[in-house]
């Protein structure tokens, strides 16, 4: 799923909080020049960031255009934040370097008045130059929009920089280095004055912290400076000359600090910042505190966005903080519901984790901590239960996981059942185990099903027209939909060879295989060596699956483990019977009216990712897809009997109304004093709870360098391979001069 260029910030001013009365700890400063067109945006952006401690610097750049320097002065009105300073024409370094001299903060952040920021940006780069002392400067990733429209996502380093500006201008920049000299020449007019900037600071021994999210927007419009600059050849190379001046002092070496989930101090005990403000939030509202390890895509997380996005808004307040490197393919579906989004791996070492957790907490004022799946969470929990005696602490858990860190979710969840007051289980299969196998509290624990939206899946209202044509599908033919993440756990090389035994009783079967993964390539290469191409189509990721769900007559589900299947509960709600293994809690929706499970003959620990599978177990596959689509009045029954279960207690309505009387009775007087006693109790093993997490970090830390080892060792044995692959090649050549063998040459070159 590509970036939504369209999903600009600022497009709408929120206004979340009330009057900011502390001091300003960051300055923005804004050239603003005849700008009235795009800088209502702008402003928006910006008074819609998430940290509010900020003054904002405006040089009225000797504006000719009333209208726009009367929208100017309107908007400043709005925010006591907000300075407006007036000047005469001189470009934007000199309006930058007079807001830095009124600006009344250790920390600068200069915008232009038509580009954007995320509303996380500031939080973000305040805490990087806050937590790394040596850093001078912090940046994000970046994007061009508008008339151009790109991702700017490149590595940093000094020798890259000598030959292009691959950093964008938008920084948070320490004021002190403005204060050694004037860094902007007041005569630079809109010249390159960033690239010159950067070169000066690199030149001094100075370097950047890196933050690998794209929070930058910048506006690239074709009669913008950048483009002015590229149609006058002679200013063009008058600028490369200064830049190549400026280049020979800046010595090789210089690298960006990155941080990627990395910690740097042995055995750190977790710590607190120092912080005394509270956010004056415009309206009181319950603020929820989820604790997830990323946002990709897949069920467990699709649970998560649909509670941000069906949750009562008037009532609750949801924020975000994640503690798994990751793609987050999911972080702007996210991000379109949730108030807050913090990716910790991203901006702080593993070590400073605990204290921006508990600085969210504190000045958010959060009573509901909600961890999902975040091991790294579960490991906080205690610590943090002692520091905040009147917030509720729950978890939820998805499935059962015997073979990953010896239980996975349910064993570490047990272990801390004492600190938590509530432990959602999605399904009966997953509670039964933590409770039998790890002594989880029964009284604790409570089944909420993932819940569909029965309004938006629903097949009368879903318009799958031309999708098979789309594909080169004729009609007529049965469809078995295949729709999950491409991974060893979903067995999607299980699902190849049941197709291969479907098609010799019905030539006319097709299998669409809807998603990703890491074995997505892989199946696709197998698909073509066993020349099914024609009856397994790979369609890979699709915006719109309901179409999918709508065109095809069975669903078919051959994972090896599972909880609950999301993709079960939406197949069904679209009246579509499922075929299904026989694994986790499958059983509580699929039966001999909804469908058919077929029993697992492979166990997860000895036969996890196993091409070989019996024959009886294919069978059973087959017979079932066989006989369900060979009898189309009882399929259509049976459509509708899925539907009717779903309905009956598996929606997003049902979950957001358990989800609410739960919320609720945590906040009860009683639930709160039982808790308070717990933290009494637990503030005198405070030492315990410390060295608790710090174990977990150091074993966490350990973890990120064998992954790394591996990943160094994967890359070494490709290298040998390639090597020996092109040495034998050459032996050949040598031996027998010809043209075949020449070819042989350049197909394994092009293959590498």
Known sequence: MGFNFSLEPGKVLRKRYGEIKEKPLVSVITAYYNAGKYFEQTFNSVLNQTFPYFEWIIVNDGSTNEADVRLLESLAQRDSRIKVLRKENGGAAAARNLGIKVSETDIIVFLDADDLIDKRYIEYTYFVLQQNSGVTWAYTDSLGFEEQEYLWQKEFSSEAMKKENILPYVSAIRKDIFLEEELYDDNSKNMWEDYQLWLKLLAKGHYPAHIEQVMFWYRRLNSGALAKIEKDEQLKESLKMRIQSLVRDVPDGIRAVTFGGKRTKEFARPHKWEWDRILPFAEEKTRILMLLPHMECGGADKFNL?????????????????????????????????DDIFELPSFLDMNDWSAFIHYYIKSRNVKILWNISSYYGYYTLPWLRAQFSELAIIDCVHAEGQYWRAGGYPRV?????????KTFVTNEFTRNIMIERYGKDRSKTQV?????????????????????????I?????????????????RPFLMLEVAK?????????CFLVVGSGPQSEELQQKVKLEGLENTVYILGKQADIKSYYKICDLFLLTSIKEGLSIT?????????????????????????????????????ARDFDSRSFSKEEITDYVDA??????????????????????????????????????????LQPDAMEKRARIAEALKLLDGVCEEFMTMYIEYESVQLDFRSAYKFMRYFRELVTFKRSIFSVMRELTAKKGSPILKRLIRELRSQ
Not at 463 to 471: L, N, T, V
Not at 474 to 490: F, N, T
Request: charged share 35%.
């Open 474 to 490: 004729e009609e007529k033919r049965p469809v078995v939909l295949y729709l999950c993440r491409i991974a060893p756990e979903k």
């Open 625 to 666: 897809i066989d006989e369900l689509l060979s009898n189309k009045i009882e399929l259509v029954k049976m459509g509708k009997a899925c539907r009717e279960k779903i309905l009956a207690g598996y929606t997003l309505n049902c979950l957001m109304e358990t989800l609410d009387k739960e919320f609720t009775d945590l």
């Open 568 to 604: 079960t509960l939406e197949s069904m709600v679209m009246g579509k019977p499922v075929v299904s293994a026989d694994v986790g809690s499958q059983y509580e929706l699929v039966n001999d009216k909804t469908g058919r499970l077929i029993p697992c003959r492979q166990d997860e």
């Open 413 to 421: 969840s047990a272990a801390v059942d004492g600190v938590l007051e």
């Open 501 to 509: 035994e479907v098609k010799k009783r019905n030539k006319d079967i």
């Open 306 to 338: 649909d509670i941000i996005k069906n949750i009562n808004k008037e009532k609750y307040e949801i924020g975000i903080i994640t503690t798994v490197p990751a793609e987050s393919e999911w972080r702007q579906q996210f991000a379109q519901y949730a």
């Open 448 to 472: 909420i099903y993932t819940g569909v939206d029965e309004t938006e899946l629903d097949p009368d209202k879903v318009d799958c027209s031309g999708i098979k044509k789309q594909w080169g």
